[in-house]
C-alpha cells in the first residue's frame, strides 16, 4: 500500500468564520510503515487523520488530493468514501473503547456494524476469532457487555473490530491515552503484531505521547498548528531534530535518567496561534528563537536528506 | 492597567442569539403570551360578572356574547377570563411550590449523599407513590370549602417528587466536578456551595424543571376541578368543563361552554412543553441545528 | 511536615452497604519540609483517595493523618479552616477546576472573602499580582479572563498562584500536569521544584514515572491502596525490587531505552546471581525452598534415568 497526501488543506465552518485547521499537508507514506503523527492539542492532527476517512461538516474539503495506492480518494464526498471506509483505510477513533453501546451485547454490535456494510457474520466469525485470539481476548467475550470488560479488554476489542476487512492503512487515534502503562505495552505491541502479520500494511499512529512513538513507530511526523513541521524515521526525530520546533519538543521532554537538581529542561515560551485568523507565513514563528522577515512566507515542506522532510527557512536554506 | 471584560457578554449573548432564533422557543412563548395577556388585561375586554345571570340561556356566540352563553344564561366569556387567570395563578402558586421543594430536597439529597440521601430517597419515593387523588378525596371531605391557594398548596405539595429527582441527578453530577472541591478547600460552607457554585451552573435546568412543573400544576388543577375535587367557589377553565358537562352541554350541543376552556388548557400546556423542546435546544448545544 | 501513619479508606457499597470495598489499606507515609515525594500508581491504585483524604475532602476510615503534629481527621471549622492556610490541592483537569460561569479570577476572590477579610482592596491586588508573578504570569494577560480564554498551563498556575495566595506549605498536586501538552508541562514542573527550593512540600501524585524521576527526591509506588515500595528516587528507578514496581519499569515507554532494552537490563540486575539456584527469579513455584537463593541444586535423580536440578521439586517427587 502506499499513501500519497498532496496540498491537503481543510478549514472548519464556524459561526466567526473558518478556522485553518489543515493547510497544505503533504507527505508519503510506504507499504509496512507505522507512522506516527505527533504534536500538541490544536496542531491538526485529529483534523488530517479525519479527513482520510470522515470529512464531514463542520469540516470543509478546501484542496488537496490524497491517494492510496496510486487511486484517488473521494474525501471531500462522505457517501463516496463508503466503499473505502473500513474496507481500505479504518480508524481506531479517539475514546472509542468508551463509545461502545452498553445495551449491546458485543457479538451483537459487531453483527449490526457488519450487516450495515452488507456482510454476513457467520461467514466471517472464524476469522474474527483467530483475531481475538491474536489479541488475547476470549472467545466468550461476544456474548458479553462492554461494562463488563477492562479499559485494556475494550481497547483491544475496537481494534479488532477495525481491522477486520483488513485494511490498508488504520489510523489509531489516541489508542493508549487513557490506558495503564502495562496495558499501553501490550496494545502498542499488539498494533505493530497487526502489522507485521499483514492484518493491516500500515497505520498512523496519532498521539500526543512521543515515548510511545519511540517504542513502536517508524517514522514520526511533527505537526504544528496546522503545518507539517518535520518528518523523518524516529531515531532521527528523536536524537537529531532539524526543526526548531521538533528540538524545543523533543528536550522539553522529561526523561528518566533526568533530575531537575543535575539539568532544568525548559519549556516552549507562548502558545500555538489561533487558527481562526492565523499568522502569516511560518505558524511558528511567533515562538522560535530562530525566526527572520523570511519565515513570512510559508517555508515548503523539503527534504533535506532521504526520508527526513523539514518546513523551515533556516534549515532548507543550509541544504539547498 | 486595561482589564477590559468580553467574556462575559458573549456568553449571554450567545443564548440570546439562539434563544431568538428558536422557532419552538418563539411559537410556544407567543402562545402563552397571548393567553397570559388576555387574562391579566381580560377586565377591559369585558366587564361583565361571570356569575351574573341574566343574559339569554344556552345562547352560542354573537356580537354581544363572544363565546355565548352557559345553560344559565351567564357569560362565557367573562367565565373565560376569570378561569384564565385562576389557571395561571394555580401554575405559578402550585409548580412553583413544588420547583421550591424539589430544590431544596434535591440539593441536600444530592450534595450530600450518603445516609441522608437515602433517607430523602425513600420520602421522595413514598410521596411519588402516594395516590393523589385518594388522598384528596379524604381531605375535600373533611375541608368543606376549599379555595384556589388550598387547591394550589395540595399540587405543590404533591408534585415535587419529579423536579426533587432531576435536580438531585444533576447536583450529583455537578458535585463530582472538581471546581466543587476547590470551593471546599477554599474552607466555603456546603450551603453556599449550593447556591453559589451548583445552582448556577443549573439555572438552564432549573427554568426549564420550573416550566414543566408549571404546565404540570395547571393539568393537575384541570383534572381534579373537572371532577368536582377542585375549589369550592370561584371559576377555572375546569370548573367550566366540570359545569359544562354537568349541565348537559355535551347532548345539548352547547359546544361553546366547554370547547373554549379545553382548548385554552391544551393551547397553554402543549405550548409551555413546546417552549421546554425548544429552552433544551437554545441552552444545549449539541441539540443546535447549526 | 506531613505524615500519614496506618490510613486506610473504606468504602460501603452494594445494597444497604452490605459490602466493603477497600480503596486504600494501611498506608504509611512521610513528607518532610521542602521535599517532593510522588506517589505513582495506575488508575485504582488509590492515589488520588490519599490526595483527597490529606485534603480532607473524602473521611478517612482508619489511621492518623498529621500535620506539624496536629491530627488532620479531627479538625473541625475554624481549625480546619486554618488548615487550609497551610495546606492546598491543585487537581487534574484545569478546565473543570473553575466554575465554567465565572470569570478565573473568581477563585481569588473566594480565597480574599474566606481568608482575608479585612485586608484593603489595594494591599489586595498588590498580593494577586506578586503571587501571579511569582508562578510566571503576567497579570495584565490573565486577570478578567473567563477559564475557557486561557491555556491549560495558564489555568494550572493559576490555581498554583491561588495556592499561594495563602501561608502554604504543602500542596497535593494530583496529576496536575497530565492533560497539558508536552511543552507546557515542563513549566509547571520546573515551577514546583523552585517553589520546593523555597520550602514548599509536594506530594506530586502522578502515574508517568519519568516526571516523577524528575522533580521528586522519594518515590512511593502504590498499588491496590497499598504501598508496594518506597525510597529514594534514584533507588527505586534503577533496582526496584518489588515485582509490580518491576513491571512498571518495563512497561513506561522511556524516550531513551526501547522496551526490550529495559527489560534485559532489569533481568541481568537479578540474575546477579553467583550462587542459588539460575531460575530463582522466573520460578513459579508458590513455595520455594529456603535455600534457593543460596544453594545451587545439582542434577538429582528422581526415578531410574530422570534427573533434575530443583531441590524443591526433587524432594517432593520422591515422597
Known amino acids: ?320 | 492597567m486595561a482589564r477590559r471584560d468580553r467574556g462575559g457578554k458573549k456568553r449571554r449573548n450567545e443564548f440570546l442569539y439562539f434563544a431568538l432564533r428558536n422557532n419552538k422557543l418563539k411559537i410556544g412563548a407567543s402562545i402563552v403570551l397571548l393567553f397570559l395577556l388576555v387574562a391579566a388585561f381580560g377586565s377591559f375586554l369585558t366587564d361583565r360578572d361571570p356569575e351574573a345571570f341574566g343574559g339569554p340561556m344556552s345562547s352560542p356566540p354573537s356580537a354581544e356574547y363572544w363565546f355565548g352563553t352557559t345553560f344559565f344564561g351567564q357569560d362565557v366569556f367573562a367565565q373565560f377570563i376569570a378561569g384564565l387567570r385562576a389557571t395561571f395563578l394555580v401554575g405559578a402558586l402550585g409548580g412553583g411550590l413544588a420547583t421550591v421543594l424539589g430544590m431544596l430536597i434535591g440539593f441536600v439529597a444530592g450534595y450530600r449523599g450518603g445516609a441522608v440521601d437515602e433517607s430523602l430517597n425513600v420520602l421522595t419515593n413514598i410521596v411519588l407513590v402516594i395516590p393523589t387523588f385518594a388522598l384528596l378525596l379524604i381531605i375535600s371531605a373533611y375541608l368543606q370549602v376549599r379555595g384556589l391557594i388550598m387547591e394550589s398548596i395540595f399540587i405543590g405539595l404533591t408534585a415535587w417528587p419529579w423536579a426533587a429527582r432531576a435536580i438531585r441527578a444533576q447536583t450529583l453530577s455537578l458535585r463530582s466536578r472538581e471546581f466543587v472541591d476547590m470551593a471546599r478547600i477554599s474552607g466555603m460552607r456546603p450551603l453556599r456551595i449550593i447556591f453559589t457554585e451548583i445552582a448556577p451552573n443549573m439555572m438552564s435546568y432549573l427554568v426549564m424543571t420550573f416550566i414543566l412543573q408549571f404546565g404540570g400544576a395547571i393539568l393537575i388543577a384541570a383534572t381534579l376541578d373537572f371532577i368536582g375535587l377542585g375549589p369550592t367557589e370561584g371559576f377555572s377553565l375546569g370548573i367550566m368543563m366540570q359545569y359544562a358537562v354537568l349541565w348537559g352541554a355535551l347532548p345539548l350541543g352547547l359546544w361553546w361552554w366547554f370547547v373554549p376552556p379545553g382548548a385554552a388548557i391544551a393551547a397553554i400546556v402543549g405550548a409551555l412543553y413546546f417552549m421546554n423542546v425548544g429552552l433544551d435546544e437554545v441552552f444545549n448545544p449539541k441539540l443546535r441545528e447549526t | 511536615m506531613l505524615s500519614l501513619d496506618r490510613v486506610s479508606k473504606t468504602y460501603r457499597v452494594g445494597t444497604f452497604g452490605g459490602k466493603l470495598l477497600p480503596a486504600v489499606s494501611d498506608v504509611t507515609l512521610g513528607i518532610p519540609d521542602g521535599e517532593v515525594v510522588s506517589l505513582i500508581g495506575e488508575s485504582g491504585s488509590g492515589k488520588s483517595t490519599i490526595g483527597k483524604m490529606i485534603l480532607r475532602l473524602i473521611s478517612i476510615t482508619d489511621g492518623t493523618i498529621t500535620f506539624d503534629g496536629t491530627d488532620v481527621g479531627a479538625l473541625k471549622n475554624r481549625a480546619l479552616r486554618d488548615y487550609y492556610r497551610s495546606v492546598q490541592g491543585v487537581f487534574q483537569d484545569p478546565f473543570s477546576s473553575y466554575n465554567p460561569i465565572f470569570k478565573a479570577d473568581r477563585v481569588f476572590d473566594v480565597v480574599r472573602d474566606h481568608f482575608y477579610r479585612g485586608l484593603r482592596d489595594r494591599d489586595w491586588e498588590q498580593k494577586v499580582d506578586d503571587a501571579l508573578e511569582s508562578v510566571g504570569l503576567n497579570p495584565d494577560h490573565v486577570l478578567n479572563k473567563y477559564p475557557h480564554q486561557l491555556s491549560g498551563g495558564q489555568l494550572q498556575r493559576f490555581l498554583i498562584a491561588r495556592a499561594l495566595l495563602l501561608d502554604l506549605r504543602f500542596l497535593v498536586a494530583d496529576e496536575i500536569i497530565s492533560m497539558l501538552d508536552a511543552s507546557t508541562r515542563i513549566d509547571v514542573l520546573n515551577l514546583l521544584a523552585d517553589l520546593k527550593e523555597r520550602g514548599l512540600s509536594v506530594l506530586f501524585i502522578t502515574h508517568d514515572l519519568s516526571l516523577g524521576y524528575y522533580i521528586s527526591e522519594k518515590a512511593a509506588i502504590l498499588y491496590r491502596g497499598c504501598v508496594v515500595e518506597y525510597g529514594k528516587t534514584e533507588k527505586i528507578y534503577t533496582r526496584p525490587i518489588h515485582p509490580y514496581t518491576k513491571m512498571l519499569m518495563e512497561s513506561v515507554p522511556r524516550l531513551d531505552k526501547k522496551w526490550e532494552d529495559v527489560e534485559i537490563e532489569l533481568r541481568a540486575q537479578q540474575d546477579d546471581l553467583s550462587s542459588g539456584c539460575v531460575y530463582y527469579a522466573r520460578c513459579t513455584r508458590k513455595e520455594k525452598g529456603a535455600d534457593c537463593r543460596t544453594v545451587r541444586p545439582g542434577l538429582i535423580e528422581v526415578e531410574p534415568d530422570h534427573q533434575v536440578a530443583c531441590g524443591c521439586i526433587a524432594g517432593e517427587e520422591r515422597t
Open chain 1, 1 to 320: 500500500m502506499s499513501l500519497q497526501v498532496d496540498g491537503l488543506t481543510v478549514y472548519y465552518q464556524t459561526l466567526q468564520g473558518d478556522v485553518r485547521a489543515l493547510e497544505n499537508a503533504t507527505f508519503s507514506m510506504a507499504d509496512g510503515e507505522i507512522m506516527g503523527l505527533a504534536g500538541e492539542s490544536g496542531c491538526g492532527k485529529s483534523t488530517l487523520s479525519n479527513s482520510l476517512i470522515l470529512l464531514a461538516p463542520p469540516m470543509k474539503h478546501v484542496c488537496g488530493r490524497v491517494l492510496l495506492d496510486g487511486n484517488e480518494l473521494p474525501i471531500g464526498r462522505v457517501e463516496a468514501m463508503n466503499r473505502y471506509r473500513f474496507k481500505e483505510i479504518s480508524v481506531v477513533p479517539q475514546y472509542a473503547m468508551n463509545a461502545m453501546n452498553p445495551t449491546r451485547k458485543i457479538g451483537k454490535m459487531i453483527e449490526e456494524l457488519l450487516r450495515a456494510r452488507g456482510i454476513e457474520i457467520r461467514k466471517i466469525l472464524p476469522e474474527l476469532k483467530r483475531r481475538l485470539d491474536l489479541v488475547e481476548l476470549k472467545h466468550n467475550v461476544l456474548k458479553m457487555y462492554p461494562i463488563e470488560l477492562s479499559g485494556g479488554m475494550k481497547q483491544r476489542m475496537v481494534m479488532v473490530l477495525s481491522t477486520l476487512l483488513d485494511p490498508s492503512l488504520l489510523l489509531a487515534d489516541e489508542i493508549t491515552s487513557a490506558l495503564d502503562v502495562s496495558t499501553q505495552k501490550a496494545v502498542a505491541g499488539m498494533l505493530v503484531g497487526f502489522r507485521d502479520q499483514g492484518i493491516v500494511k500500515s497505520v498512523i499512529v496519532i498521539t500526543h505521547d512521543m515515548s510511545i512513538l519511540y517504542q513502536i513507530a517508524d517514522s514520526i511526523l511533527i505537526m504544528y498548528a496546522g503545518q507539517l513541521a518535520e518528518k523523518a524515521d524516529t531515531e532521527t526525530i528523536i536524537h537529531t531534530p532539524r526543526h526548531p520546533y521538533t528540538k524545543m519538543l523533543i528536550t522539553s521532554l522529561p526523561k528518566v535518567g533526568v533530575k531537575h537538581d543535575e539539568r532544568r529542561l525548559a519549556g516552549i515560551p507562548g502558545k500555538p496561534p489561533l487558527l481562526l485568523d492565523p499568522p502569516e507565513g511560518c505558524r511558528f514563528r511567533e515562538r522560535c528563537p530562530h525566526a527572520h522577515e523570511r519565515c513570512l512566507q510559508v517555508p515548503p515542506f523539503v527534504e533535506i536528506a532521504p526520508g527526513h522532510h523539514v518546513a523551515c527557512w533556516k534549515v532548507g536554506d543550509k541544504d539547498a
